[in-house]
C-alpha cells in the first residue's frame, strides 16, 4: 500500500513539471508576486449570468383533476433560480511554465442577484405543477473566489502579439448569501454562509482590449430558507430553501489592457527562435 502510494505521489510531481521540464529553455521572467496588485493591467471587471440549483422542501397541497383541494404531503423537490452579477478581480503570476504560459493566483470579487420561483408547487395530475399564486425568494450573493490558474496566452504575459489565451482554474469560495421572499410582508432576510469549491475555463481574445468568456461551476450545499409556519395564500406550512450548486457565464474586459507591450521584458522573442527578435 505504502509502494502505490509513494508511486502516485512521484507520478503527480512528474506530471506537474512537465510544462517546467518541456519548455524550460523558453521561460518568461515572471515579475515579483505582490507587484501585481499595483499593475492596473491585470485588472479586469465584467458581469454576467447566474444559474443556481437546490431543492426545497415541506408541504405541498395536492389536488383532483378539477383544482379540488384532496390535503397536503409533505415532499422534497429541487428548485432552480436565475440571475444576474458583476465581477472585478486580477490574477497574480507567480510560477512560469514556459515561453507564453504561467501559474497565477486568481482573485475576484463577484455579487450576484438572482431569483427562486415556484418554491409552493401543487401536486396534480400525478407529477408537481405551478401554484396559481407562486412564491418566490431572491437572494443576494457575495462571493470572493480564489485558486490557481494555468493561463497561456495573450494575458499570460500582457502581450498584444498574441491574439488568443485560455486558463483553467480551480479553487475555493467563500461567500455570504442574503435570501428573502418576494411579495411576503412582515419576513426579515435570512442569511447564508458557505464554503465551497468551483472549477473555472476562461477564453479570451485581443481586439484592441483583452475580452473574456468565462464559465465558472461551484457545488456545496448552504441552507438559505427556513421559514417554520405557514404563509396565507401561499403555503399550509414549513418551507426550507438550500443552494446546492450554480453555473456562471460571465463576459469580462481587462480595460486597461489597450495599454499593454507589443513586446516586453519577458517577452522579447516572436517565435522559440532565440535569433528571431521582435521588429
Given at each position: 500500500?505504502?509502494?502505490?502510494?509513494?508511486?502516485?505521489?512521484?507520478?503527480?510531481?512528474v506530471?506537474?513539471?512537465?510544462?517546467?521540464?518541456?519548455?524550460?529553455?523558453y521561460?518568461?521572467?515572471?515579475?515579483?508576486?505582490w507587484?501585481?496588485?499595483?499593475?492596473?493591467?491585470?485588472?479586469?471587471?465584467?458581469g454576467?449570468?447566474?444559474?443556481?440549483?437546490g431543492?426545497?422542501?415541506?408541504?405541498?397541497r395536492a389536488?383532483?383533476?378539477?383544482?379540488?383541494?384532496?390535503?397536503d404531503?409533505?415532499?422534497?423537490?429541487?428548485?432552480?433560480?436565475?440571475?444576474?452579477g458583476?465581477?472585478?478581480g486580477?490574477?497574480?503570476?507567480?510560477?512560469?511554465?514556459g515561453?507564453?504560459?504561467c501559474w497565477?493566483?486568481?482573485a475576484q470579487l463577484?455579487?450576484?442577484?438572482?431569483?427562486?420561483?415556484n418554491?409552493?408547487?401543487?401536486?396534480?395530475?400525478?407529477?408537481?405543477?405551478?401554484?396559481?399564486?407562486s412564491?418566490?425568494?431572491?437572494?443576494m450573493?457575495?462571493?470572493?473566489p480564489?485558486?490557481?490558474?494555468?493561463?497561456v496566452?495573450?494575458?499570460a504575459?500582457l502581450?498584444?502579439?498574441?491574439?488568443?489565451?485560455?486558463?483553467?482554474?480551480?479553487?475555493?469560495?467563500?461567500?455570504?448569501?442574503?435570501?428573502?421572499?418576494?411579495?411576503?410582508?412582515?419576513?426579515?432576510?435570512?442569511?447564508?454562509?458557505?464554503?465551497t469549491?468551483?472549477?473555472?475555463?476562461?477564453?479570451?481574445i485581443?481586439?484592441?482590449?483583452?475580452?473574456?468568456?468565462?464559465?465558472?461551476?461551484?457545488?456545496?450545499?448552504?441552507?438559505?430558507l427556513?421559514?417554520?409556519?405557514?404563509?396565507?395564500?401561499?403555503?399550509?406550512?414549513?418551507?426550507?430553501?438550500?443552494?446546492?450548486?450554480s453555473?456562471?457565464a460571465?463576459?469580462?474586459?481587462?480595460?486597461?489592457?489597450?495599454?499593454?507591450?507589443?513586446?516586453?521584458?519577458y517577452?522579447?522573442?516572436d517565435?522559440?527562435?532565440?535569433?528571431d527578435?521582435?521588429?
Open positions: 500500500m505504502n509502494l502505490i502510494r509513494k508511486t502516485g505521489v512521484a507520478i503527480v510531481f506530471l506537474a513539471l512537465l510544462p517546467e521540464l518541456g519548455l524550460a529553455q521561460m518568461h521572467r515572471v515579475s515579483p508576486f507587484s501585481n496588485l499595483s499593475n492596473t493591467k491585470r485588472y479586469e471587471i465584467g454576467g449570468i447566474i444559474m443556481p440549483a431543492q426545497s422542501s415541506g408541504p405541498v389536488l383532483d383533476g378539477s383544482d379540488n383541494y384532496l390535503g404531503t409533505t415532499m422534497t423537490r429541487a428548485a432552480t433560480g436565475s440571475g444576474f458583476g465581477i472585478f486580477l490574477c497574480l503570476p507567480f510560477k512560469a511554465t515561453h507564453i504560459s497565477a493566483v486568481a463577484q455579487v450576484n442577484m438572482f431569483t427562486w420561483t418554491m409552493n408547487p401543487v401536486y396534480k395530475n400525478g407529477g408537481l405543477e405551478a401554484a396559481s399564486k412564491l418566490d425568494a431572491a437572494t450573493q457575495v462571493m470572493l480564489i485558486g490557481i490558474d494555468w493561463k496566452g495573450n494575458d504575459i502581450t498584444k502579439r498574441l491574439t488568443f489565451a485560455t486558463a483553467f482554474g480551480a479553487g475555493v469560495i467563500p461567500q455570504i448569501m442574503s435570501t428573502s421572499l418576494v411579495n411576503v410582508s412582515g419576513f426579515e432576510p435570512q442569511w447564508g454562509y458557505g464554503l469549491p468551483y472549477a473555472k475555463f476562461d477564453w479570451a485581443f481586439t484592441g482590449f483583452c475580452w473574456k468568456l468565462r464559465f465558472m461551476y461551484t457545488a456545496g450545499s448552504i441552507n438559505l427556513d421559514v417554520n409556519h405557514r404563509i396565507p395564500g401561499s403555503n399550509d406550512g414549513q418551507v426550507d430553501l438550500r443552494y446546492n450548486s453555473f456562471m460571465s463576459l469580462i474586459i481587462m480595460p486597461f489592457s489597450g495599454g499593454w507591450s507589443e513586446t516586453a521584458y517577452n522579447t522573442y517565435t522559440y527562435n532565440q535569433h527578435r521582435f521588429n
